[in-house]
Structure formats: C-alpha cells, structure tokens
C-alpha cells in the first residue's frame, strides 16, 4: 500500500500497533506495520531493557515510543512546584484518607485480602504516580531517543517543547493523538509530524466525539499533514473505512489485548473476549482522566453513590493502580470478587474482538479484510 | 450503484434522507435517493395533507414516512390502562408543579415572556404527547399506509405486531432504527425488512455505541437482511467510510437541517453552522430519552443543579414541546436570551455542516464525496 505514512515510515501496511508488550510490538513491525510501545508503565531501566530486546527482534524495521505527558497535573497537596510532584512520599500523602478508606471497604465488600496495604501504597506511588510527571516522562524520552526509534508519540495533550526539540535533534518524527480539531490544530502549532485523530469509542484516555465525525474534521484541520485515524477499529473493514474518511493509516490499541503475545492477565483476556461493545465505560476511576475501560464493579463502585469521587492525575492512579494489581493477583487464582473488580482499558471495538490470535495474524486478516472491503465498494459503483 | 437497497427500492443510490419536512423528502427523492419523511410532530389530518403533496412532487419515485413508537411510556399518573395515555387533559395533570415552575423560572432568567402559558400547555399536550402513544402512531401509520409509501420505519424499539401485519398486508417493508447488535436481533425476531444501525454520534434519540463499532456488529449478527448506517454521516467519504463497514447505504437526518429547505427556524440553522462538533450533548431534556442535541442554556439548565431532574417519554415532551416552539417565536425576533435557549436535535456532524445548500446538492455532493474517497483508496491499493 501507498500512503504518506508508508513512505514516512518505510512501511508495507499504515497500521500502528500500540501495546505495552514488546512481543506485539515486534511481531507488528515484523510483520509490515509499525509497533508502538507505550512507555507509561515502565521505570528508566525496564524502558532500556524493552527497547533493547525489541532492537534485537525487529532487524532494523521501524518502531517507535509512546509516552504519555499530562498538560496538566493535578497534584492536590504534593505539588512540588513546577515541573510537578513531591516524589512519591508527597504523592502518597496528598491522596485523602477518605479514599484510602473507600478502597479498604471495596476489597472487604468483594473478599479481596490486602496484606499488605502500605507496602502496595509505596510501590504504587513509585511505579504509577512518577512517570506521569513531566520530569518522569523526560527520563523515559531520554532513553528512548538513545535507540532507533522512529516516532515517539505523546497521548495526552501538547508535547512539552523540549520534548519535540529533543526529538527533532535526534531526527525522530513526534506523534499526538487528539481528541478535537482544536487540540489537532494546537499540536501542529506545536510542532508535531503526525497526529493521531482519536475517536470517543477508543480505548483509554480520550474525548467524546466519534471517530466517523472526528477523522474527516481532523484530516481537514491539518492538511497536508498526515493523520492515523484510532478509535473503535480492530478489522480490516473498519481500517478501509478510516482511509476512506482520509486517514493515511489507522492506529490501533485495543485488538492486541487479546493476542496470543499480549501480557494482559488470562481473566481479564476472558472478560474482553466474552464482552460486547456495551461493556465498555469512560470513567475517570483508574487514571483521574476519562478513559474507556471494561465496565466492571470496580468502575461500577466508584461511580456510584457510595463513591468519595475520582482524584485527579496522577492522584488517582496512586490510588487504583496497586489496587488493581493486587486484585489481578488475587483474580488469578480463580477468587470470584477479584475477578469482578478486575478490568482494564479497551475500546468498543472489544465486542469485535473474540478469538485469541497471534499479533501476526491479526495484520494478516486486516489486510485480507481491507481488501475484500475494497472490492465491495468497487463491485458497489461498477468500477475496481 | 447497485446494493440490497438500491434493487429492493429501484434507487440509483443508497441515501436515505430522514426529515421532517416534505420538501427535503421529495428533493431527495427526486435526485435519485429515498426521502424518509418524520412524521411524530404532524396530527392525523397534517400528515395526510404533507403526504398528499409528496404524492404531486416526486412522480412516482419511492418514498418512506417515519413514525415514533416507543416500546415503554412512561405516563407518571396519566396512563390510561393498555394502550397508554388518559388523553391530553390527564398528561398535562401528571407533570408536577414543580417543573412547571422550573419552566417558568427559567423563562424569567432569560427574558423570554410567556404571555399564554395555560394555552401553549394544553396545545404542547395535544401537539406532543399524543403522537408517541401506541394509539397515536396507529392513527399515522393507518394515514401513511392510504399513500404509495414505499417503507415504513419506526424510530423507537421493536415495532408492535400489528404495525407490522398493516404494513406487510400493504406489502411495504418495515425498517427499525437500533443502536445496539441485541436490538437488531429483536427487530428481526420482529420481522423487520432492513435494519437502520445508528452509532451514538447520531442526532435525536440515541444509544452510545459509535457508528464504526455498531455498523460491523449489527451487519454481522442480522446477515442477510441489509443494513444502513446512520449516525455522523454528512458527507460522500463517511457514506463510503459506512459501505466500507458492510451497510448497504446511509441514514442522514441531520445534514438536512441545513438546506435551503430545510423548515429549521433561522436562529437554530444559523447555531448549526456555527457549531463544531463538540457543541452537541446527549440529554433527556426535549423528550423523556437520551436524545442528541445542540447544547444550549435549554440542556445545561436541565442538566444543572437546580433542575427537578427530567420526566419520562412523552410527560417531558409535554413540559419541552410548546416551551421550545415560544422559544423560538421569540428567538426570531431577535431575543437574545431566547436564542440562548433554543436548539434542535442534530448529531456530532453538525461541526461539518458548514455551507447552507439545495437538498439536491446534498445528494449530488455526497455522490461525487464517494467516487473520490473511492478513487483514493484505490490509489492507495493500486487497485481500480
């Protein structure tokens, strides 16, 4: 295929594969897309560690980063002046104990244990609350320009301006994925190579117009520059009709959660492949930004009457993120109440998503059911 | 073009235009889609007259009426027993006092005098609330079923059976608008002809799942009954984005609200074109259901703090209907409070209905939209 971004980027197939597994990302790539690791989750040193052994998997095809950097914090208490956050000790305290008590009663309502409640606070600001500062995400910058990546991506709002001179010193392309025409406009302001129109129906953090309404407006917006359409696709179909609304390739998320190589724990696969596209929710409950997620009694709980109220990021991710890894170790062992607080971000598209395939697979079929799609259209009009 | 849709009416392309008004139906029509004509605001008498003019203007060529019949009323203390519905004294008594005076209240904030308030209560009974009985869309399906209709369609849940049998003894097909995979299969199960698959991003009443999500689903769970999609759908790339996804055709209401035509009051057109696609919510506010809107001091009010919170289908369109049409006539006066307040149902494309155009040339437009997003995409393929 030829589109602006296949020649940008040297690829067979405009399709951008973001996964927080290397093994997805490599298995894209390899496979003539583009992977796109996001880097959130990850400390400086595993950050190395990940690219290093994508670099040894991919021979040289392209890859890329994705970070993701509040415009703005929302610290409560522990802000330590700009740049943000007081460390992880800062963070800890500026969470109420109204919400600690909340999470408390939660697990006792669904029979979760929580042996250790201080030990998985502490962890939690550490591994969850950190990167999301700026100068958390110009760590994880700093390592990634260090090995060959091809774009580095940045999900929530305008990259800082040191990290689009950083990038273009190094000669790396920077991505943004936008919700509105207006933040499209903005990041070209800002200097970005590619945007990445994000419908409501997406997964994770994002907006509430659709991506059907979004990628045209979008694409209208920033013309020439190219624009990856994401939100809701996880077929071929639905990649065609993306480039069909003027997308120069699609960017999907959500697809991989249930690949043979992804990382996400077996009961919640289970969940996003029995699910159907009602089951998703926008809550503000895991992150403290709206963002799209399996609908379950942990996102039930928070917005419902009982519920403190969400805070906001990067509070509330100190607050839920070693919930939900200690309730995903419990649910692992088969504990019914774990399994019902269990979720995890996921579009729409999860009620399309319900067989269990390699990554590889997954770029295969798409580009099979792009083309069949193709061929419709043009048995349609009389012409192909 | 040659689709389901397009052999089973006899039309050159796959465009149905939902409106109510008359000229846009007969317009599109004669430029060779199929005009759907709303018929929930026209009385008995109104919608044969409407119908008859129809009849005079399009020579023959197909046409459809629409008509509203929710699966559940909602009458508070004004439910007749089966059937639904005391008649319009007993509608007007079950709406509490209390959103009488929220009414009035909001009317003194913004200015707007309510010279008659007593009279346009009792005619917003007669006008609004009838219709959406199960008797009331008997009345104007007996109507509509007398003309050479050539599709019946009903906008809210599964129709009833004898809406059906009517139309099936008439020999004319039956569509039914659904917003979920579980919806279409009941419709089915209903013995619908063609089902409308309308994404979230849809004007008027609305569920939440995207068109690009939803069109797939339902395609796949009611194969080999044809489908159009509706939802967001204003421009030839989204129709050809929509056939991509597997639907036989389109559904577009909102894009008609801007025509030349289109009956929409001055100040709301005017609103529209400015509007982007953010300037639309989801609110209970006109009718008792989620139903997509331009956002206005009308939906924030409802939507507030102080709001007594909104009535069920049809007591809210009974408290709504006769409101909005004072609003209106003051708004077109050039009353700026009550330019605040007014709004219509329209979806997120409102941000790309931007030009005011001759109906026609919508479908023309549209026409020409889908060769060149068809063009592209086998440019990009090297394919065509």
């Known amino acids: 295929m030829r589109t602006e971004v296949c020649e940008m980027f040297g690829i067979e197939f405009p399709l951008f594969a973001f996964s927080h597994c290397r093994d997805v990302v490599a298995a894209v790539t390899n496979a ?15 950050l190395e560690e990940e690219l290093r052994w994508i670099d040894e998997h991919v021979g040289g095809r ?9 415009a703005r914090l929302d610290l409560g208490d522990a802000s330590g002046g700009p740049g943000g956050g007081g460390g992880p000790a800062a963070m800890l ?20 244990p929580l042996p250790d409640f201080d030990a998985a606070r502490r962890s939690t600001a550490r591994g969850a609350g950190e990167q999301v500062t700026e100068q958390g995400a110009t760590d994880l910058i700093e390592v990634a320009l260090a090995h060959p990546i091809r774009l580095i991506a940045s999900a929530l709002g305008t990259p800082p301006p040191r990290m ?3 990038a273009e010193n190094a ?15 903005r990041q070209v302001a800002a200097g970005v ?3 990445v129109a994000q419908g409501g129906e997406a997964g994770g953090h994002t907006g509430e117009i659709s991506t059907m309404v979004l990628v045209p407006e979008v694409v209208d917006t920033v013309a020439p520059l190219p624009v990856l359409a994401a939100g809701g696709i996880a077929t071929g179909r639905q990649m065609a009709a993306a480039m069909a609304l003027g997308a120069s390739g699609v960017w999907c998320g959500s697809v991989w959660l249930t690949t043979e190589e992804a ?7 289970a969940k996003m492949l029995a699910a159907g596209s009602r089951d998703t929710v926008r809550s503000r409950s895991r992150t403290g930004k709206p963002a799209r997620q399996l609908r379950s009694a942990w996102t039930d709980a928070w917005e419902g009457p009982d519920s403190p109220g969400t805070l906001g990021m990067p509070l509330q991710m100190v607050v839920a993120e070693g919930a939900m890894r200690q309730i995903n170790k419990v649910a692992e062992s088969g504990h019914e109440g774990a399994r019902e607080l269990a979720n995890y971000f996921v579009g729409q598209c999860v009620g399309l998503m319900n067989t269990v395939r390699p990554a590889r697979q997954v770029v295969y079929d798409m580009v099979q059911e792009f083309a069949e799609a193709l061929d419709r259209l043009n048995a349609i009009t009389g012409s192909g």
């Open 164 to 166: 689009v001179e950083a």
């Open 32 to 46: 003539g897309g583009f992977g796109v690791l996001g880097a959130v989750a990850y400390t400086p040193d595993r």
């Open 263 to 269: 990382e996400t724990p077996p009961h919640v696969k």
């Open 193 to 195: 190579d590619l945007i």
């Open 62 to 70: 392209p890859y890329g980063v994705d970070v993701l950097v509040p």
């Open 93 to 112: 305290a500026a969470v109420p104990q109204e919400h600690w008590a909340f999470l408390r009663d939660l697990f006792d309502r669904h029979g979760v």
């Open 171 to 185: 000669g790396v392309p920077v991505a943004a994925l936008v919700g509105t025409a207006e933040h499209a406009r």
